[in-house]
Nanobody, 125 residues
Framework: QVNLVESGGGLVQAGGSLRLSCAAS????????MGWFRQAPGKEREFVAA????????NYADSVKGRFAIARDSAKNTVTLQMNSLKRGNTAVYYC??????????????????WGQGRQVTVSS
């Protein structure tokens, strides 16, 4: 288990940008596959983006491709999600997650063992 803490997010108008950050305490994130998921009101949690342990591969949900970017900073032991061209439909609680399957391409929730507490992102019209 890895203790993950998200920061960033908040309220933005449609078309704007926000950045989420996920930090780990007590353990390095090197070799962990890191992902971002989100849960909108009344909906199930869904995959948004993930990055391999080495940082060489990324995966994105079709709905965010070209607008969101996931990155990792090993020196700071953090993972970020840059969200551009935000839409009202992107309003959700966003969760950071870590998987021991570092170099896999897993995108399902059961494959991620550690989760952050979630961070609210609200996009207004």
């Amino acid at each position: 288990q890895v203790n993950l803490v998200e920061s960033g997010g908040g309220l933005v108008q449609a078309g704007g940008s926000l950045r989420l950050s996920c930090a780990a305490s007590g353990r390095t994130l090197v070799n962990y596959r890191m992902g971002w998921f989100r849960q909108a009101p009344g909906k199930e949690r869904e995959f948004v983006a993930a990055i391999s342990g080495s940082g060489s591969r990324t995966n994105y949900a079709d709905s965010v491709k070209g607008r969101f970017a996931i990155a990792r900073d090993s020196a700071k032991n953090t993972v970020t999600l840059q969200m551009n061209s935000l839409k009202r439909g992107n309003t959700a609680v966003y969760y950071c997650a870590a998987s021991v399957f570092g170099e896999s391409d897993v995108t399902t929730e059961p494959a991620f063992q550690s989760w952050g507490q979630g961070r609210q992102v609200t996009v207004s019209s």
